[in-house]
C-alpha cells in the first residue's frame, strides 16, 4: 500500500514567521505533488502543485521537491492568522494514478 | 470561487429515503471523482469516472451509486444508507485521469439520521 505522510501537529508560528510543511512518500514513481488547504468544516483548495524537482515559488507559499529523498515540503512565508488550516499533502499514484492524500498537518498560525 | 459546483450543500435523511447528490463543472475536464470525508480525515476515494465511464470503485457499498450523465455532470445516488455514512461528500475533477490538479467542490454535508 502507497502512502503519504504529514506530522498531523498542530504546528504553531507567530504571525510574521515562516510556517514549514512536511511530506514523505513512499512511491518512487510518483511525478505529480499537491498540497491543498482545507479550513474546518470546508472543501480542501488547491494551493500549489509541483511536478520537477526544485522549488515553486507562487506569492507567500513555496513548493519543494526532492524525488531522490521521497520528500516535498510547502514554505508559507509572513504566516497570518488566516493561513490557520489543515494543510493536505496529495501524491499520484504512478501505478494507478489515485491521488493519495496525507492525513493533513494542522496549522496554528498565533496573532 | 471553485469551478466545481456541488447540490445540495446539506441533506439529512433517514435510513429508508432516496436521495441524490449533484455535481457539475465547466472546465471542460474529462475526469470526475466522488470522496467522501469525515471530520480529521483525509478525503477518501469512492469513484472515478474518466470520458463519462466508470474508472475506479473503490469497493463501495451498492448504496451508493454514481452516475455521469454527461461529461459536465457526476450524480451520486443515495440509498438505505446508514448513520455512519454521515460526512462530507466531495466531488472534485481533473483534466484527466492520468494528469493534472484536482479541483474540489465545496461538498455535500450528509446526515443520516
Known amino acids: 500500500q502507497k502512502e503519504v505522510e504529514q506530522n498531523s501537529g498542530p504546528l504553531s508560528v507567530p504571525e510574521g514567521a515562516i510556517a514549514s510543511l512536511n511530506c514523505t512518500y513512499s512511491d518512487r514513481g510518483s511525478q505529480s505533488f499537491f498540497w491543498y488547504r482545507q479550513y474546518s468544516g470546508k472543501s480542501p483548495e488547491l494551493i500549489m502543485f509541483i511536478y520537477s524537482n526544485g522549488d515553486k515559488e507562487d506569492g507567500r507559499f513555496t513548493a519543494q521537491l526532492n524525488k531522490a529523498s521521497q520528500y516535498v515540503s510547502l514554505l508559507i512565508r509572513d504566516s497570518q492568522p488566516s493561513d490557520s488550516a489543515t494543510y493536505l499533502c496529495a501524491v499520484m499514484d504512478s501505478g494507478t494514478y489515485k491521488y493519495i492524500f496525507g492525513t493533513g498537518t494542522r496549522l496554528k498560525v498565533l496573532a | 470561487d471553485t469551478e466545481v459546483t456541488q447540490t445540495p450543500k446539506h441533506l439529512v435523511m433517514g435510513m429508508t429515503n432516496k436521495k441524490s447528490l449533484k455535481c457539475e463543472q465547466h472546465?471542460?475536464?474529462?475526469?470526475m471523482y466522488w470522496y467522501k470525508q469525515k471530520a480529521k480525515k483525509p478525503p477518501e476515494l469512492m469513484f472515478v469516472?474518466?470520458?463519462?465511464?466508470?474508472?475506479i470503485n473503490e469497493s463501495v457499498p451498492s448504496r451508493f451509486s454514481p452516475e455521469c450523465p454527461n461529461s459536465s455532470l457526476l450524480n451520486l445516488h443515495l440509498h438505505a444508507l446508514q448513520p455512519e455514512d454521515s460526512a462530507l461528500y466531495l466531488c472534485a475533477s481533473s483534466p484527466n485521469s492520468h494528469t493534472g490538479e484536482l479541483f474540489f467542490g465545496e461538498g455535500s454535508r450528509l446526515t443520516v439520521l
Open positions: 472546465m471542460g475536464h474529462r475526469a
Open positions: 469516472y474518466s470520458y463519462e465511464k466508470l474508472s
